[in-house]
T-cell receptor, first 109, second 113 residues
Framework: EDQVTQSPEALRLQEGESSSLNCSYT??????LFWYRQDPGKGPEFLFT???AGEEKEKERLKATLTKKESFLHITAPKPEDSATYLC??????????FGAGTTVTVRA | DSGVTQTPKHLITATGQRVTLRCSPR?????VYWYQQSLDQGLQFLIQ???????AKGNILERFSAQQFPDLHSELNLSSLELGDSALYFC????????????FGSGTRLTVV
């Protein structure tokens, strides 16, 4: 069974204080690794898809990287509006996404 | 607006009752996925439909069922409701096939009292 573990569970940052979130995974036949952002009471919002080890993608202050066993989401110089729960998910042969529990990021001004 | 429409947004019902949640996928998407999100469980995959056919099943209870209609909208039926069924229920859609991510709706918050 696919396993996705995210750490830390919660992260409190000062505005401008860069940090990284970790997503480690165990899956047979990875088709893609996905990062989503979720605000309280709302649906997850797609951020990135990574397909192979060594791949990197960037969007504004966010950068996602992928190795054979884990992915990192780097937040550079975060702002309060980056506060959210960040979810990692893996997609295997049956196309469904298996999600981790998420990392809740709080950025203080 | 993600393009995935879920109704109703909120639902409060009593134990033992039955409810139906509705989802209209994004235009052009053939796959619909249902997920349950509770405070202590995170996002749990329930079931997937592709172009009207059931494609994959997750940890869906026997009291729950779903279907996808010819116009591609989907309904999730929850029966004999228990307090523990209180959660956010999300629908997501995709074009189907490999390597496509999902687009999520805004969810239905179900409260069982």
């Amino acid at each position: 069974e696919d396993q996705v573990t995210q750490s830390p569970e919660a992260l409190r940052l000062q505005e401008g204080e860069s940090s990284s979130l970790n997503c480690s995974y165990t899956v047979s036949g990875l088709r893609g690794l996905f990062w989503y952002r979720q605000d309280p009471g709302k649906g997850p919002e797609f951020l990135f898809t990574l397909y192979s080890a060594g791949e990197e993608k960037e969007k504004e202050r966010l950068k996602a990287t992928l190795t054979k066993k884990e992915s990192f989401l780097h937040i550079t110089a975060p702002k309060p509006e980056d506060s959210a729960t960040y979810l990692c998910a893996v997609q295997a042969g049956d196309y469904k996404l298996s999600f981790g529990a998420g990392t809740t990021v709080t950025v203080r001004a | 607006d993600s393009g995935v429409t879920q109704t109703p947004k909120h639902l409060i019902t009593a134990t033992g009752q039955r409810v139906t949640l509705r989802c209209s996928p994004r235009s052009g998407d053939l796959s619909v996925y249902w997920y349950q999100q509770s405070l202590d469980q995170g996002l749990q995959f329930l079931i997937q439909y592709y172009n009207g056919e059931e494609r994959a099943k997750g940890n869906i209870l026997e009291r729950f069922s779903a279907q996808q209609f010819p116009d591609l909208h989907s309904e999730l039926n929850l029966s004999s409701l228990e307090l523990g069924d209180s959660a956010l229920y999300f629908c997501a859609s995709s074009k189907g096939g490999q390597n496509y991510g999902y687009t999520f709706g805004s969810g239905t918050r179900l409260t069982v009292v």
